[in-house]
């Protein structure tokens, strides 16, 4: 029975042993990523080219300031082929005033343009279940959302910044 007892501990130890060191691991590549945008923020910053807040970037393109979480504040964007990056520190979800939920990988890829973030890659929102959204157009109060399907949402609900829930997995 001790034998029993000693094997059935020794695989439950090891199974929380593994789950602590993929979090750790977890940790470290979260970590590395804000390092990673922090430093190109450090650079172009050297190089004299100062960004505006990504707040002020989506306004000057029609957009609502807060599609995005509060803590996205790390980008790259491409003025010639107005491709967009967005850092964000961890895998989050943010829930909007129309409860309407976002879920965003920790880096976000899009194209600019005037009223539109198209061929969106790194965020999901849940209608049935969590589907991928490829695309958020401005429409007047209307925010336009294509996720397997197009539907309209309140853009009031996209105007204010909002801080995102970390979750565990995107």
């Not at 923020?41 to 050297?46: A, D, P, R, T």
């Not at 129309?98 to 890659?121: N, P």
């Amino acid at each position: 029975m001790d034998q029993i007892l000693n094997k059935v501990g020794s695989y439950w130890l090891g199974q929380k042993a593994n789950k602590e060191i993929n979090s750790v691991g977890d940790d470290i590549n979260s970590l590395q990523d804000s390092i990673e945008g922090g430093a190109k923020w450090l650079v172009n910053k050297i190089k004299g080219k100062m960004q505006k807040p990504l707040p002020e970037l989506l306004k000057e393109y029609g957009l609502p300031i807060g599609i995005f979480p509060r803590d996205a504040t790390n980008y790259e964007f491409n003025e010639e082929t107005r491709k967009l990056t967005v850092f964000i520190p961890s895998i989050c979800e943010v829930g909007y005033k129309d409860s309407s939920v976002f879920r965003f990988f920790t880096t976000v890829t899009g194209y600019l343009e005037k009223g539109k973030l198209a061929d969106i890659e790194g965020v999901k929102t849940k209608v049935v279940i969590w589907v991928k959204v490829t695309s958020i157009s401005a429409d007047g109060s209307k925010l336009q959302v294509t996720a397997g399907m197009k539907k309209a949402r309140s853009r009031e609900a996209y105007e204010v910044l909002r801080d995102g829930v970390s979750i565990d997995k995107f």
